[in-house]
């Protein structure tokens, strides 16, 4: 794209932002830059001063600055670091303080001096947080001030912990977290009641001050702050729009996080664009959106006075752009999700034959199959289909110790009631590892066992509501996952191998699976990761010519109109079987569905989300149904 064709569609963002295929890519780009200005200092025998964040995001960035290290020789030996935030109340050895993650993701593996590592002191007593902060403000101006600053977001617009409220005077002191925050850190704290209420974090002042600010974000939980921050006001409820102000500060994201960004969104709006067949389809759909009309009803003022007349021109009349469009959505909707046997199939989304399908749905948690498509999984099993559904990982980290506990006790009574010494004996080991482990210790492997059993029983249990019999269930228990934490998961070859095994044993017609566009250090981005790496191995086997790839969204969003290629409508029955499915997750009852999104009660988001879809279908002037799943087309292979 030329420079003023960019600069055109670019003309809202209020910050340098830079969009990148993967996070990966981004990364590197910022690892340069980093690794640049530290071989120049090194070279001038002069320190380099780095502002150092937490979270996933910035994960994957201290992977590439540890390969430099440990490949290309990079030395730290000159580098200080100043971290921007810490739980107050947490000790730096404490597993997820951010002293301990800084330790385990970057420090340990680099030849940093440990004197030379700054994380605020979280353990500080209340009558000395105001002074130790002002010590850690005066530590980082003695230092020289910060060269580069690394940040992420979080969904309340917060940069560090300054939650919304936070002005671009505030400096580092103690904060009260919001509980958007303290819900998205339950997972690393084994539930929300666990999170610390407070932290010491750099203000959004100490921030600005940075000579040069890089801010990550990958994933589309992002997309609507980061839109926020680039292209809305300053503002004290979107902290990170105060980035605006920073003479050099670039956001460093990825598609999905950029995908609420106006050039991605209705680029149609800020300048000229490519009338594909894609585009089109995007920009009518949102005109009947923005109208609140039927597509059939849309007239040609509709679309001149909404800034879409050279679509008009190029294309004669609404009436023809409302039809092409009407039918285009028409032919996403079918009953049949593994297509309809010896039927045309020339306007359905899945081919008739062959038929039976060998269907594999791949759950990269044992709840996401029954949440996002667990109407489809039974219709595809009263079809006539050969379906199996592999739960990708065990799950087991999601399993809440109290509900560990009962498992405990029954195993230790059944055990004692039949006289069976080894199962008494076990249930009182399990017993004694959860007593001494504490409420916020890691789980031994017997324990992690005893989880990924209960998860397994509740998935069982739930497919049995789907009229899947327990053959076609598949734990693959995902190597990844048992060795890992949340946020530190990394992925090597017996994951990829464990999925080539499955997929040349099934030879599936069809894959229904999940995990595109969503945070890479999430179970599901790395499911889906595993997934590419297996068709990749399996490129010269048959059956994959022939198999089709349907994505679903995830548990705690959906797919938008534009991108639904396949829309499976449930009658109020099948919407209900569905929910008793979901219901048979009793550990998971309390758990958020996906970080994605809150709802009052998460056991109900499906349902809503399904719900919302045919209301959709509803409002674009095509059928009235209950409730809708619905998946997108994925080409692998593209
Ligand atoms: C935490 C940290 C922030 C981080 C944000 C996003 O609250 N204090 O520095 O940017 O969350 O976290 P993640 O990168 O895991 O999405």
Same mark, same amino acid.
């Given at each position: 794209?030329?420079?003023?064709a960019?600069?055109?569609?670019t003309?809202?963002?209020q910050?340098?932002?830079?969009?990148?295929?993967?996070?990966?890519?981004?990364?590197?780009?910022?690892? !340069?830059?980093i690794?640049?200005?530290?071989q120049?200092?090194n070279?001038?025998?002069? @320190?380099?001063?780095l502002?150092?964040?937490?979270?996933s995001?910035?994960?994957r960035?201290y992977r590439?600055?540890?390969?430099?290290?440990q490949?290309?020789?990079?030395?730290?030996?000159?580098?200080?670091?100043?971290?921007? *935030? %810490?739980?107050?109340?947490?000790?730096? *050895?404490h597993?997820?303080?951010y002293?301990?993650?800084?330790?385990?993701?970057?420090?340990?593996?680099?030849?940093?001096?440990?004197?030379?590592?700054?994380v605020?002191?979280?353990?500080a007593?209340?009558?000395?947080?105001?002074?130790?902060?002002?010590q850690?403000?005066q530590?980082?101006?003695?230092?020289?001030?910060?060269?580069?600053?690394?940040?992420?977001i979080?969904r309340?617009?917060?940069?560090?912990?300054?939650?919304?409220?936070?002005?671009?005077?505030?400096r580092?002191?103690?904060?009260?977290?919001?509980?958007?925050?303290?819900? !998205?850190?339950?997972?690393?704290?084994l539930?929300?009641?666990?999170?610390?209420?407070?932290a010491i974090t750099?203000?959004?002042?100490?921030?600005? /001050?940075?000579?040069?600010?890089?801010?990550?974000?990958?994933? %589309?939980?992002?997309?609507?702050?980061l839109?926020?921050?680039v292209?809305?006001?300053?503002?004290?409820? &979107?902290?990170?729009?105060?980035l605006?102000?920073?003479?050099?500060?670039?956001?460093c994201?990825?598609?999905?996080? =950029?995908?609420?960004l106006?050039r991605?969104?209705?680029?149609?709006?800020?300048?000229?664009?490519?009338? *594909?067949?894609?585009?089109?389809?995007?920009?009518?759909?949102w005109l009947?959106?923005?109208? /609140?009309?039927?597509l059939?009803?849309?007239?040609?003022?509709?679309?001149?006075?909404?800034?879409m007349?050279?679509?008009l021109t190029?294309?004669?009349?609404a009436y023809?752009?409302n039809?092409?469009?009407?039918?285009?959505?028409?032919?996403?909707?079918?009953?049949?999700?593994?297509?309809?046997?010896?039927a045309?199939?020339?306007?359905?989304?899945?081919? =008739?034959?062959?038929?039976?399908?060998?269907?594999?749905?791949?759950?990269?948690?044992?709840?996401?199959?029954?949440?996002?498509?667990?109407?489809v999984?039974?219709?595809?099993?009263?079809?006539?289909? !050969?379906?199996?559904?592999?739960?990708?990982?065990?799950?087991?980290?999601?399993?809440? /110790?109290?509900?560990?506990?009962?498992?405990?006790?029954?195993?230790?009574?059944?055990?004692?009631?039949?006289? !069976?010494?080894?199962?008494?004996?076990?249930a009182?080991?399990?017993?004694?590892?959860?007593?001494?482990?504490?409420?916020?210790?890691?789980?031994?492997?017997?324990?992690?066992?005893?989880?990924g059993?209960?998860?397994?029983?509740?998935?069982r249990?739930?497919?049995?509501?789907?009229?899947?019999?327990?053959?076609?269930?598949?734990?693959?228990?995902?190597?990844f996952y048992e060795?890992?934490?949340?946020?530190r998961?990394?992925?090597?070859?017996?994951?990829v191998a =464990?999925?080539?095994?499955?997929?040349?044993?099934?030879? @599936?017609?069809?894959?229904?699976?999940?995990?595109?566009?969503?945070d890479?250090? +999430?179970?599901?981005a790395?499911?889906?990761d595993?997934?590419? +790496?297996?068709?990749?191995?399996?490129?010269?086997?048959?059956w994959?010519? /022939?198999?089709?790839?349907?994505?679903?969204?995830?548990p705690?969003?959906?797919?938008?109109?534009?991108e639904?290629?396949?829309?499976?409508?449930l009658?109020?029955?099948?919407l209900?079987?569905? &929910?008793?499915?979901?219901?048979?997750?009793?550990?998971?009852r309390?758990?958020?569905?996906?970080?994605s999104?809150?709802?009052?009660?998460?056991?109900?988001? =499906?349902?809503?989300?399904?719900?919302?879809?045919a209301?959709?279908?509803?409002q674009?002037?095509?059928?009235?149904?209950?409730?809708i799943?619905?998946?997108k087309?994925?080409?692998?292979?593209?």
């Amino acid at each position: 794209m030329s420079e003023s064709a960019l600069s055109e569609l670019t003309q809202r963002e209020q910050i340098a932002t830079r969009i990148y295929p993967s996070a990966d890519e981004a990364c590197a780009y910022v690892a !340069d830059a980093i690794s640049q200005l530290i071989q120049q200092r090194n070279e001038a025998g002069k @320190p380099t001063v780095l502002g150092l964040a937490t979270g996933s995001t910035p994960v994957r960035l201290y992977r590439e600055l540890i390969r430099r290290h440990q490949e290309e020789g990079l030395s730290f030996e000159r580098v200080i670091t100043f971290n921007l *935030d %810490e739980y107050y109340g947490l000790s730096g *050895d404490h597993p997820e303080s951010y002293r301990r993650f800084m330790q385990d993701q970057l420090f340990d593996h680099i030849d940093i001096k440990p004197e030379n590592t700054h994380v605020p002191d979280g353990l500080a007593p209340r009558t000395d947080v105001f002074a130790s902060c002002h010590q850690y403000e005066q530590a980082i101006l003695d230092a020289g001030g910060i060269d580069i600053q690394i940040l992420g977001i979080g969904r309340t617009g917060h940069i560090g912990f300054n939650e919304p409220g936070s002005g671009p005077e505030s400096r580092t002191r103690l904060v009260t977290l919001d509980s958007l925050t303290r819900r !998205d850190a339950a997972r690393d704290f084994l539930g929300e009641e666990n999170v610390p209420r407070h932290a010491i974090t750099m203000g959004v002042g100490t921030i600005l /001050d940075a000579r040069k600010v890089f801010l990550l974000a990958w994933g %589309e939980s992002k997309a609507p702050v980061l839109a926020e921050s680039v292209e809305g006001p300053q503002t004290e409820s &979107i902290p990170a729009s105060f980035l605006q102000l920073h003479k050099n500060c670039t956001f460093c994201i990825d598609k999905a996080a =950029a995908s609420r960004l106006t050039r991605e969104r209705h680029p149609w709006l800020v300048g000229p664009v490519e009338w *594909d067949s894609a585009m089109i389809r995007k920009s009518v759909l949102w005109l009947a959106r923005k109208t /609140d009309k039927a597509l059939l009803k849309l007239t040609d003022e509709d679309y001149t006075e909404n800034g879409m007349a050279d679509l008009l021109t190029e294309k004669g009349s609404a009436y023809n752009l409302n039809i092409d469009i009407f039918n285009v959505t028409q032919h996403t909707i079918t009953g049949w999700p593994g297509g309809k046997p010896n039927a045309d199939d020339s306007n359905r989304p899945e081919r =008739a034959s062959p038929f039976p399908k060998r269907s594999l749905v791949l759950s990269p948690e044992p709840t996401d199959d029954v949440f996002c498509l667990g109407g489809v999984i039974h219709r595809l099993a009263n079809q006539g289909h !050969d379906v199996t559904v592999a739960y990708m990982t065990s799950g087991n980290l999601a399993v809440p /110790d109290p509900d560990a506990r009962r498992a405990i006790e029954l195993i230790n009574e059944m055990g004692e009631s039949i006289q !069976d010494d080894t199962e008494v004996k076990h249930a009182r080991l399990l017993e004694q590892q959860l007593n001494e482990k504490g409420l916020l210790g890691e789980d031994t492997p017997e324990l992690r066992q005893l989880k990924g059993l209960i998860r397994r029983g509740e998935a069982r249990s739930s497919a049995r509501q789907l009229e899947l019999a327990p053959e076609q269930l598949r734990f693959l228990d995902l190597p990844f996952y048992e060795n890992g934490r949340y946020r530190r998961f990394k992925t090597d070859e017996a994951d990829v191998a =464990a999925m080539v095994k499955l997929l040349e044993e099934i030879q @599936p017609h069809q894959i229904f699976t999940t995990g595109l566009g969503q945070d890479p250090l +999430s179970s599901p981005a790395l499911c889906f990761d595993v997934l590419l +790496s297996a068709l990749k191995k399996c490129k010269d086997s048959a059956w994959l010519k /022939d198999c089709l790839f349907w994505l679903y969204r995830g548990p705690g969003a959906e797919w938008e109109m534009h991108e639904i290629d396949m829309a499976v409508p449930l009658s109020p029955d099948e919407l209900e079987f569905k &929910i008793k499915g979901i219901y048979q997750h009793q550990t998971q009852r309390s758990q958020s569905p996906s970080a994605s999104r809150q709802s009052e009660n998460s056991w109900n988001l =499906a349902s809503e989300l399904n719900r919302t879809t045919a209301n959709y279908y509803d409002q674009l002037g095509l059928s009235e149904y209950e409730a809708i799943e619905c998946f997108k087309r994925f080409e692998p292979h593209a």
